[in-house]
């Protein structure tokens, strides 16, 4: 059977790649624990308690963030575009440190200041859903220039402790998402379908808008939906693992250079991939130099530059 | 079939048709000429229902345009215009197939027409303007709606598919079709068309018969240029004045 072709044996080969993938990291990390016969009850506590619910925060982010770049790829027509590209997760940022700043003491805080900042970002763009593609990327753009800036003001007025912190969020860290794992896991099923239910239109949408609404594509309503959607998950990916960049844009990329550019495969495939990739990059993290941690956002940036660059040498081929 | 009343359309600021009544009928090419920035593509848009900034009435069958939804319009109207995007990848086959809905035979038929066979599995990205703009013809025969509206449908082709495409045309209509069409080619617009508007670019519009509208007289004063012969010889007379009688009369 051509899995590029169905959509079921697709997703079921993903999910049987997504487990395997898991298992094997779950039983990395600073000692090699079998995760199918932990040898005692301490063994079997950090599988569970500890490794389990990152490697779910890991895999819902990741996929999160694929979904929300093949999203904005397509919504701005630009293959550049990313989850961030619109200033959400810079306003996510200012969100986060502020709370740093003016509640200290309070863990929720930070990852609250983050999901307000996203939606904060993500009101100031919807006023500019109704210019064209280019404008909105443009408008984006200037946007994540402001809130950067605002970052650099709040990072400036840090204590030296907050700076730290400031900087560990900002790379993406998932040991202490504030949101349940069972939360971010209907999440990125939600969006996964959500994805599906519009993929005939997401396809028509690649000729442009005039050939969408010509082929009876209501654009200006998928628009809309389309950028509250991806704006939506972006913000919930941000609020639970911080900024991890590069998972976005390359993922939907390397998927259409395997599996073709209808969105059906692309949604499936960069949902579970995304998953993957963050998957492998937080074990990554947590065990080169363990008992120590990398930064994940650091290491994702590390993969998917090169990965990226040599997709565009071979795009230009 | 489709009934423009006191049509006006504008863009921004400009003005581009001030007054516009006719109707068009099955079986008919109506030919759209004008000068750059006339509004031709736009009317075509107004008549596909993606350029809302108009006033009047444009009927469509029994009802006014805005009564449909976008789903509804399709099913009636099939739109050419720009070429795709293509940094996406997406390959001729698949282009093809979502404009089809479904109908894989008028898909192969219209892949053996365009001579697109062997281009099926490649990426729009890699075909020439002239092969994607086949592609763009083939979406359009595939569509199956009784009308057509074709923004310069034989840009970018070369001799041979621009006959086989105005030839498509021309047996379309005869089949029933309403087929709408901006062209620049003054012979090509005679060879096909059976009633022509004009666009002057000031907002002015003139609707009439291909015979009578396509003449120097008529169309000297738009276009701002000498004109010669008449009918399906119309054509500018740029030969004679910077080449002289280079080449034999046939």
């Not at chain 1, 940022?93 to 740093?100: D, F, L, P």
């Not at chain 1, 998953?275 to 956002?297: F, H, K, Q, W």
């Not at chain 2, 009928?25 to 108009?54: M, Q």
């Not at chain 2, 291909?210 to 701002?224: G, N, S, V």
Request: charged share 15%; net charge neutral; proline share 4%.
């Amino acid at each position: 059977m051509n899995i590029r072709k169905n959509p079921y044996s697709l997703f079921c080969v993903l999910l049987l790649i997504s487990l395997a993938v898991a298992l094997i990291a779950l039983g990395m990390g600073e000692h090699w624990i079998n995760p199918l016969s932990p040898s005692s009850d301490m063994e079997s506590r950090i599988l569970w308690e500890l490794r389990w619910p990152r490697l779910l925060t890991a895999f819902a982010v990741g996929g999160m963030l694929a979904l929300a770049g093949a999203w904005f790829q397509v919504l701005l027509g630009n293959p550049l575009a990313e989850p961030y590209v619109l200033g959400v997760a810079g306003s996510a940022a200012v969100g986060a440190v502020s709370a740093m700043i003016f509640m200290p003491d309070a863990a929720w805080a930070v990852s609250l200041g983050a999901f307000v900042g996203a939606w904060v970002g993500i009101t100031v763009v919807l006023f500019f859903s109704r210019l064209g593609s280019a404008r909105l990327l443009l408008a984006g753009v200037v946007l994540a220039a402001f809130w950067a800036a605002v970052l650099m003001l709040l990072i400036a007025l840090l204590p030296e402790r907050g700076v730290a912190l400031a900087y560990a969020w900002m790379m993406g860290d998932l040991s202490n998402s504030a949101l349940p794992i069972w939360l971010l896991m209907l999440v990125w099923a939600a969006a996964l379908a959500c994805g599906l239910i519009l993929s005939l239109s997401l396809d028509k949408l690649l000729l442009g808008e005039k050939h969408a609404a010509a082929l009876g594509v209501n654009v200006p309503h998928l628009r809309k939906l389309l950028l509250l959607l991806a704006s939506a998950v972006t913000a919930l990916a941000v609020t639970a693992a911080g900024t991890i960049g590069f998972v976005g844009l390359v993922v939907p990329h390397l998927m259409r250079l395997l599996l073709g550019s209808l969105h059906q495969s692309v949604l499936i495939a960069s949902a579970f991939g995304g998953g993957v990739l963050l998957m492998l990059a937080d074990t990554a993290a947590r065990t080169v130099i363990s008992p120590a941690e990398l930064p994940v956002g650091v290491l994702t940036a590390i993969i998917g530059v090169p990965v990226f660059l040599w997709l565009l040498l071979r795009r230009n081929a | 079939m489709i009934q423009m009343q006191a049509l006006r359309v504008q863009r921004g600021d400009k003005q581009l048709i001030t007054s516009l009544t006719m109707q068009a009928k099955k079986g008919e090419v109506v030919v759209v000429l004008g000068p750059n920035g006339a509004g031709k593509s736009t009317l075509l848009l107004a008549l596909t229902g993606l350029h809302a900034d108009y006033a009047g009435e444009i009927i469509l069958q029994d009802k006014t345009l805005p009564h449909y939804s976008h789903q509804e319009i399709s099913l009636q109207v099939a739109w050419q215009g720009e070429l795709p995007p293509t940094e996406f990848g997406l390959t001729v086959q698949q282009r093809l197939e979502m404009a089809c809905s479904g109908k894989l035979e008028k898909l192969a038929q219209a892949l053996a027409y365009f001579e697109l066979k062997p281009l099926a599995k490649r990426a729009l990205g890699e075909l020439s303007s002239g092969e994607r703009q086949r592609v763009e013809i083939a979406a359009i025969m595939v569509r199956d709606c009784p009308i057509w509206l074709m923004d310069e449908p034989t840009a970018h082709l070369d001799m041979r598919h621009q006959v086989d495409c105005l030839k498509l045309m021309k047996q379309e209509a005869e089949q029933g079709r309403l087929i709408i069409t901006v062209l620049h080619d003054l012979p090509q617009a005679a060879a096909i068309a059976d009633r022509v508007v004009v666009l002057d670019g000031l907002g002015g519009v003139e609707v009439g018969l291909a015979k009578d509208m396509l003449t120097a007289k008529c169309l000297e004063p738009i276009f701002h240029v000498k004109l010669k012969g008449n009918g399906y010889d119309l054509m500018p007379a740029y030969q004679k004045e910077y080449h002289g009688e280079l080449y034999e009369k046939a």
